[in-house]
Each structure stands twice: as C-alpha cells, then as structure tokens.
T-cell receptor
Framework: AQKITQTQPGMFVQEKEAVTLDCTYD???????LFWYKQPSSGEMIFLIY??????QNATEGRYSLNFQKARKSANLVISASQLGDSAMYFC????????????FGKGTKLSVIP | GAVVSQHPSWVICKSGTSVKIECRSL??????MFWYRQFPKQSLMLMAT?????????EQGVEKDKFLINHASLTLSTLTVTSAHPEDSSFYIC???????????FGPGTRLTVL
C-alpha cells in the first residue's frame, strides 16, 4: 500500500519569498512517480511538477522545484519568489503500478501568500 | 496542451434521479481516464480507472452499479450517478493520461448537489 503524508495543513509566506511544502511517502514499489498539483478555489487540479523514482536530478519547472531525497522518502516542493496567485491548496501525489499511474494523494497543504 | 474538460461544471438534482457527467480530453487521446471524488476540505479519492473500450476498474468500497463509467472513445468518458442520494453530493473530478506512466491531466471538476 502507498501512503503520502503532508504534515502542514496550512502555511503562510510573504510575497516574493520562497516556501517549502513538505511531502513524505511510503511505498514498497521500486518504480514510482511523485507529483505535485495545485488546486485553487475554483477546484481544478493544475499539474505542477513530476519526479521519477529513478531520476537522479531534482525536477524543476520555472519557479517550482522538487527536493527529492529518496533515502528519506521525501519529495518537498519549493516555490521561489511567491506570488499572490500562488495562494491555493497543494497536493502531493504518488503513482505506481502497471499501466497508467494510479495516484494516491496526500491531504494537502493550504498555502496563503501575504502581500 | 493536455486539456481536459468536464460538463456540467455543476448540477443540482432531486434524490432518486440519475446524473451523467462527461469528461473529454480536448487535445490528446486519453488511453486511460480516472474518476475521483473530493469532499469539502478533503483530498481526492480515486473511484475508478477506465481504459478505452474496456470495463472500468473500481476501487474498494465504490459501488459499480451506482457509479456507471463508460469510456467509449479515446477522448470521452462518462460517469453516471444512478439513483442519486444526498450523500452522493460531492466534487467529482476526472483526469486523463496519454500513454502508460504518463502524467494525469485533470478536468475542472463537477460539483454535484443532491437535494
């Protein structure tokens, strides 16, 4: 069974500052993927970044980077230069298994960016 | 690219009626589509996985006779909530992935309210 843990129900960050959202995972699979999604108040899930279990380098996408520490089973999301539009729920998810990934989601972290 | 639409975006129905929700991949062919439900302030829970042309695979605890899923083409999947009851009120989100082990791209969600 897979498990995703996000220990921060809510976070505040000053505009233009960087913030780290924590995510730890548990799986017995050797091959898996880690994802971060953003869910604004409108409800849609917006894909942010992906890290494969065999990727040696940390994934980066613009202002988003994923701090992947495989031995510690953590996949923290770092958002640099926070913007007001970054205020949203952020979900960490893991996928593995044959065929298309079936995702297991964490409980999410609500990020609020303060002007 | 990788846009998914859902229709309707919200629906209110009477208890005992059936509701159909459509999920379309607009600019890619979705080999696999997923259906999730999300209760207020909670995470996404996978309901079922469907591959084009075959029967959906339901997660444990999801009634397949109540939540009918059809994935008739590579761009369309439908979820029908049969004999809806107030406890079925939720936010239903679909996603699609193009090929094996691909990122899931989510639709904007459908908010169902059963009176």
């Amino acid at each position: 069974a897979q498990k995703i843990t996000q220990t921060q129900p809510g976070m505040f960050v000053q505009e233009k500052e960087a913030v780290t959202l924590d995510c730890t995972y548990d799986t017995s699979d050797q091959s898996y993927g880690l994802f971060w999604y953003k869910q604004p108040s409108s409800g849609e899930m917006i894909f942010l970044i992906y890290q494969g279990s065999y990727d040696e380098q940390n994934a980066t996408e613009g202002r988003y980077s994923l701090n992947f520490q495989k031995a510690r089973k953590s996949a923290n999301l770092v958002i640099s230069a926070s913007q007001l539009g970054d205020s949203a729920m952020y979900f960490c998810a893991m996928g593995s298994g044959a065929g298309s990934y079936q995702l297991t989601f964490g409980k999410g972290t609500k990020l609020s960016v303060i002007p | 690219g990788a846009v998914v639409s859902q229709h309707p975006s919200w629906v209110i129905c009477k208890s005992g009626t059936s509701v159909k929700i459509e999920c379309r991949s607009l600019d890619f062919q979705a080999t696999t589509m997923f259906w999730y439900r999300q209760f207020p302030k909670q995470s996404l829970m996978l309901m079922a996985t469907s591959n084009e042309g075959s029967k959906a695979t339901y997660e444990q605890g999801v009634e397949k006779d109540k939540f009918l899923i059809n994935h008739a083409s590579l761009t369309l999947s439908t979820l029908t909530v049969t004999s809806a009851h107030p406890e079925d009120s939720s936010f239903y989100i679909c996603s699609g992935s193009r090929v094996v082990l691909d990122t899931q791209y989510f639709g904007p969600g459908t908010r169902l309210t059963v009176l």
